[in-house]
């Protein structure tokens, strides 16, 4: 009688070794994928949901105590889009795996005659340990609603308790630290934004998070070392490799100075770092893009810091110039502009002469583009010579 081996199961495989794949499928940080355009979006391997029942509950468990999601309902849907930029959402369809939480948030927008503004309301989903930045884009569209007259409120429902499963305690401080985040910025007549908060949380929690939040002064420096913070945040995971990451700081950054682009600056003592900040994330930002692949959004990031540098009110430095033009010819270079980064490279060359990296570079696409005239020479006499003899 013939011995066949037993077929492999996830169940015969030790537990710790389950959960050691469950977390290469189901783990928020492990399934970021970078969409076009720069967006962020997880990708759950959902159907091990449905290999057998313990399995499922087992797996569902795992999912939801170690992610400890969180779902955002707004009227602010182009919000929502914007933050896809800086953190990995969940929306639409995709969302019927996703029925535990431990935080449900309401942002809600209303005109300047106080009533909620008549929008569609969008709901997403994302890890709670995004909480944090996801707190820090609120507090910038906060500024900008402000500016335009408008306010807003933020509803906080808190649930750590669940029958099903158990949640980590690293992700419940992830999200106490995110609530004690938001700030209640003044409006134009005075009044703090509203922030309220519901739940299972102890009263001294909740009196901690009230205290946490508690009204901020509209202050421009603030919200600068504010956007500084997080492009200092963002060059950390960059030098990590963290690339996603730094991805989401940097925009945090941008969206944090430039919804108050124009007080920061009208306001001499601001306006000089602002204009340095933004020529750094940008060309940051067009750094971390070459990394990624994204050529054309390098490039697009490259002109900006370059744009920005030429406006600047104090002028760059020739080596900041120099810096600055030889990443916008590396860039059009990754897009087969080669005639222009042969403009771009010979300006920054004027600005640093000695420089062996732009040199080089330069040698290198004027080589090539030399190779292609003269290929492009042949084919035409090639072609003249056959309609002379032919």
């Given at each position: 009688?013939?011995?066949?081996?037993?077929?492999?199961?996830?169940?015969?495989?030790?537990l710790?070794?389950?959960?050691?794949?469950?977390?290469?499928?189901l783990?928020?940080?492990n399934?970021?994928?970078l969409?076009?355009?720069?967006?962020?979006r997880?990708?759950?391997?959902?159907?091990?949901?449905t290999?057998?029942?313990?399995?499922?509950?087992?797996?569902?468990?795992?999912?939801?105590?170690?992610n400890?999601?969180?779902?955002?309902g707004?009227n602010?849907?182009?919000?929502?889009?914007?933050?896809?930029?800086?953190?990995p959402?969940?929306a639409?369809?995709?969302?019927r795996h996703f029925?535990?939480?431990?935080?449900?948030?309401?942002?809600?927008?209303?005109?300047?005659?106080g009533?909620?503004?008549?929008?569609?309301?969008?709901l997403?989903?994302?890890?709670?340990?995004?909480?944090?930045?996801?707190?820090?884009?609120?507090?910038?569209?906060?500024?900008?609603l402000?500016?335009?007259?408008?306010?807003?409120?933020?509803?906080?429902?808190y649930?750590?308790?669940?029958?099903?499963?158990?949640?980590?305690?690293?992700v419940?401080?992830?999200?106490?630290?995110?609530?004690?985040?938001?700030?209640?910025i003044e409006?134009?007549?005075g009044?703090?934004?509203?922030?309220?908060?519901?739940?299972d949380l102890?009263?001294?929690?909740?009196?901690?998070?009230?205290?946490?939040?508690?009204?901020?002064?509209?202050l421009?420096?603030?919200?600068?070392?504010?956007?500084?913070?997080?492009?200092e945040?963002?060059?950390?995971?960059?030098?990590d490799?963290?690339?996603?990451?730094?991805?989401g700081?940097?925009?945090?950054?941008?969206s944090?100075?430039?919804?108050?682009?124009?007080?920061?600056?009208?306001?001499?003592d601001?306006?000089?770092?602002?204009?340095a900040?933004?020529?750094?994330?940008?060309?940051?930002?067009?750094?971390?893009?070459?990394?990624?692949?994204?050529?054309?959004s390098?490039?697009?990031?490259?002109?900006?810091?370059?744009?920005?540098?030429?406006?600047?009110?104090?002028?760059?430095?020739s080596t900041?110039?120099?810096?600055?033009?030889?990443?916008?010819?590396?860039?059009?270079?990754?897009?087969?502009k080669?005639?222009?980064?042969?403009?771009?490279?010979?300006?920054?060359?004027?600005?640093m002469?000695?420089?062996?990296?732009?040199?080089?570079?330069?040698?290198?696409?004027?080589?090539?583009?030399?190779?292609?005239?003269?290929?492009?020479?042949l084919?035409?006499?090639?072609?003249m010579?056959?309609?002379?003899f032919g």
């Amino acid at each position: 009688m013939e011995h066949f081996p037993k077929k492999a199961s996830l169940e015969g495989i030790p537990l710790e070794i389950r959960l050691n794949i469950y977390s290469y499928l189901l783990l928020d940080q492990n399934v970021i994928v970078l969409k076009p355009k720069g967006l962020l979006r997880p990708q759950y391997q959902t159907a091990l949901f449905t290999v057998n029942q313990n399995i499922s509950t087992e797996s569902l468990a795992y999912f939801r105590a170690e992610n400890g999601f969180v779902t955002v309902g707004t009227n602010l849907g182009y919000f929502l889009s914007a933050c896809t930029h800086a953190i990995p959402l969940v929306a639409g369809d995709s969302v019927r795996h996703f029925n535990h939480y431990i935080l449900t948030a309401e942002f809600v927008v209303f005109s300047a005659a106080g009533a909620p503004e008549p929008r569609e309301v969008h709901l997403s989903i994302f890890a709670g340990r995004h909480l944090s930045n996801f707190v820090r884009l609120i507090n910038a569209e906060h500024s900008t609603l402000r500016n335009m007259g408008r306010t807003s409120t933020v509803h906080l429902v808190y649930c750590t308790k669940s029958s099903s499963f158990k949640l980590k305690p690293s992700v419940v401080d992830c999200v106490v630290y995110g609530i004690k985040g938001i700030r209640r910025i003044e409006s134009r007549d005075g009044a703090p934004l509203r922030i309220t908060i519901d739940g299972d949380l102890e009263v001294e929690q909740v009196e901690e998070i009230k205290a946490a939040s508690d009204p901020t002064p509209y202050l421009l420096d603030e919200f600068l070392n504010q956007a500084e913070q997080a492009k200092e945040r963002g060059n950390n995971f960059y030098r990590d490799g963290n690339y996603n990451a730094a991805r989401g700081e940097y925009f945090i950054a941008i969206s944090t100075a430039g919804n108050m682009h124009n007080e920061l600056m009208a306001d001499p003592d601001t306006r000089c770092r602002l204009e340095a900040l933004l020529i750094n994330i940008f060309t940051n930002s067009s750094l971390l893009n070459t990394k990624q692949g994204e050529y054309e959004s390098a490039l697009s990031q490259a002109e900006r810091a370059w744009k920005a540098a030429m406006a600047r009110s104090v002028p760059s430095t020739s080596t900041q110039n120099a810096k600055l033009l030889y990443r916008l010819g590396c860039t059009l270079v990754d897009v087969g502009k080669d005639g222009e980064a042969t403009q771009r490279l010979t300006e920054a060359l004027s600005y640093m002469p000695d420089d062996n990296h732009i040199k080089a570079k330069l040698a290198e696409v004027t080589a090539r583009c030399d190779a292609r005239r003269k290929q492009s020479d042949l084919k035409y006499r090639a072609r003249m010579s056959e309609k002379a003899f032919g």
